[in-house]
């Protein structure tokens, strides 16, 4: 946990705070990007392998997302560091969320409102809401879970996949593809890439490539997504689907489709592989799939590029509507409404300016952001 490798600017992070719990062998962290349109919003990731500096990058992700969402949240992010097998042992898990709960209980939901991340759910979110005690620590909560006639609206409903469904539909009409004629391929087929699978299939678009954590399943004659469902949840891998050819987990980024997703892993597109992507369109629905000089490759490559914080904010905007206490169907219309918003105004800059659509959101975002700042400091 070296803080020296947090990169500190006038944005933030504002806060960074390590915890641990003896009792339950417990380590975690809390980085609180920036609070100037509200409240800090981001998800709690558990992973064996999750550092501070990894928080502090996606902390700031969180601040571009909600600024460049128009919502009234700042930007934060959550990590608890946990073993495999604690991941994977329900009573053990349960024990090192609510001991993380209660660590910072003294920043929710004031100064933190938590949602789920990678190895957290609705479940998870249960636990934390109740150990912290306010209903509004924590959004993504289960559907079940209410307090004055406003309910949780989990992830699972899909918020984040159908935003990023709906960012690939602009993207491709930007390019002059009709969706319904599209190739796509997705990396990853857990909550993000399953729903954006869903979605997109439903449109019209053909699947041609999915991969998990055993490899990647390719058929250029496109995959059925019902089918493709049935078989990941009795074999537990896309890879046992048929008919299709199997590679490498890391070979989906290069196959030759129209349209690539992210979903999955931090940094999947790098410096061996950033010169084989064969796609149009990159739509980054995972957070921080690359780092900033791929992307500019990507960029002089011709490759148009949708931003994580801009394709993926349908969580976020999932979020602030259940903060609000309104009801999916309220979901579900402001997602589709914003996503579809705001990366239109993102390219659009992109092209008017001639550049890359991440320096288009980034400019956007800065500029409510400084604009919020500038209203905070004359409190």
Known sequence: MQLGEINFDQIGPEKVIVVSDKKTGMKGFVVIDNTALGVGKGGIRMSPTVTIQEIARLARVMTFKT???????????????????????VKRKEEYVRAYSREIRYLCPKLYVAAPDMNTAEQEMRWFAEENGSWKSTTGKPKDMCFENKCGIPHEYGSTGFGVAHATVVAAKYKKLDVKNITFAVEGFGNVGYFAVKY??????????????????????????????????ETGSVINYKPGTILKTTDLVEIDADVIITAAVPDVINE??????????????????????????????????????????????????????????DM????????????????????????????????????????????????
């Open 200 to 233: 997109l299939t439903e449109m019209g678009a053909k699947l041609v490539a999915i991969s998990d954590s055993k490899g990647t399943l390719y058929n250029s004659n496109g995959i059925n997504f019902s089918e493709l469902d049935k078989v990941k949840k």
């Open 67 to 89: 600024a460049l969402a128009g919502l009234p949240f700042g930007g934060a992010k959550g990590g608890i560091l946990a073993p495999q097998d604690v991941i994977k042992d």
């Open 272 to 329: 061996t592989n950033v010169n084989k992507i064969k796609a149009k369109i990159v739509v980054e629905g995972s957070n921080i799939p690359t780092k900033p000089e791929f992307e500019e490759m990507l960029f002089r490559n011709g490759i148009l590029v949708v931003p994580d914080f801009v394709a993926n904010s349908g969580g976020v905007i999932s979020s602030y509507v259940e903060y609000r206490g309104k009801s999916v169907e």
């Open 332 to 379: 579900f219309k402001l997602v589709e409404k914003k996503v579809v918003q705001n990366v239109k105004k993102v390219l659009s800059i992109s092209k008017k300016k001639n550049i890359k659509p991440r320096d288009a959101a980034m400019e956007l975002a800065m500029q409510r952001i400084a604009k919020a700042e500038e209203k905070k400091s004359k409190k």
